[in-house]
């Protein structure tokens, strides 16, 4: 259980999610029988440890059975020995592959080799990446699963992963496929939350590509963010910042309100008082995402309209720089 008081020891004694966390690898897991319940425990713990420990690498033990015509051991793959009846220069006939091999698949083909993972909050069993390499190159991808044995609607952020309006396609392996196929219901990607319903009993693999609308706002810390409540606009000492924003609208523009927080740097900048001015905001433009940013896909805006409804702070305030000034309304 992720939740657990054992993984919490474990991912602070190792720092996970801090500069000078230590690497990890997930290096021996197996889950062996051939149900869904196991196929499902095995999917939950891919999503469990690359959401909560971050390893660099994740291998399962022993992917082929030792053993010929024995489906349900610790392999994914479990050879097919020829029947007795089978002459000596017969074609080895093709191996069985169970539904662990699938769920296996659901992950390993579709989040390649150094591929970024955003954490989810509020369910452990969804796992969100993002690939910088590879044949999914700046693609999403988000794998759900669903333990039940009806039907579940997922509603999963994209925000923090810069990640604002997409077309996804789905694979889909249930109980009862008997291998990987197409999504049996669409998602919608908009707002930044990825909406879809999937069967009981099924993990669910939604590939996404980002569309000409979905934008982003570049932060500080280069760091790709979408309608963010809060955001700094002088990074040098955070001396004018947006709070408060909520956003009526996100897409090849953005438009919102909020307040504006200025430090007027007297006596000084670190011993100042901020003031708050009420603010409309508009966002337009829009440009690849720098190399340095955390997202490689979609693009950010690239311009940034104020205007004030009440009173506004002076041009070129200390918190603040001529430059960051003009153009403001």
């Known amino acids: 259980d992720p939740n657990s008081v054992q993984w919490a020891q474990l991912r602070q004694a190792v720092g996970t999610g801090t500069v000078n966390a230590t690497s990890l690898s997930m290096s021996e897991t197996g889950i062996g029988k051939t149900s869904f319940t196991t196929a499902r425990e095995l999917s939950q713990e891919v999503a469990g440890s690359l959401n909560n420990l971050w390893p660099q690498t994740w291998v399962y033990w022993q992917a082929v ?7 349900g051991g610790w392999g994914l793959v479990s050879p097919t020995a020829p029947g007795p009846s089978a002459p000596a220069s017969s074609q080895e006939p093709p191996p069985s592959l169970g539904l662990r091999y ?47 044995s009806g039907n579940e609607t997922f509603s999963v952020n994209l925000a923090g992963a810069g990640l604002s309006a997409a077309t996804a396609t789905g694979y889909q392996t249930t109980a009862t496929s008997g291998g990987m196929k197409a999504a049996a219901n669409p998602a919608t990607v908009s707002g930044g939350t990825l909406t879809a319903t999937t069967p009981g009993s099924s993990v669910t693999t939604y590939v996404l590509t980002p569309s000409a609308a979905s934008r982003s706002m570049i932060n500080c810390q280069n760091t790709a963010q979408v309608e963010p409540s ?50 409309n905001v508009t966002l337009s433009g829009g440009a690849p995402m720098p190399p340095d940013s955390n997202v490689t896909a979609g693009d950010y805006y690239t311009t940034m309209t104020i205007s004030y409804p009440g009173s506004r702070p002076a041009v070129g305030s200390p918190g603040g720089s001529p430059a960051q000034e003009i153009g403001r309304a």
Request: proline letters at 8%; aromatic letters at 10%.
């Open 65 to 71: 059975d030792a053993q010929p015509n024995q489906p």
């Open 102 to 148: 699938w769920i296996m698949d659901q992950y390993s083909r579709f989040i390649r080799p150094g591929a970024t993972v955003f954490p989810t909050t509020g369910n452990e069993d969804t796992l969100v990446a993002l690939n910088g390499h590879g044949p999914y190159k700046g693609q999403y991808v988000v794998v759900l699963t669903n333990p039940n």
């Open 230 to 279: 809060q955001f700094i606009l002088t990074c040098a000492d955070a001396g004018e910042r947006l709070t408060g924003m909520t956003w009526s609208s996100w897409g090849t523009t953005a438009t919102g309100s909020g307040t504006e927080q200025v430090n007027d740097c007297t006596p000084d900048c670190a011993d100042g008082t901020f003031h708050s001015y009420p603010v």
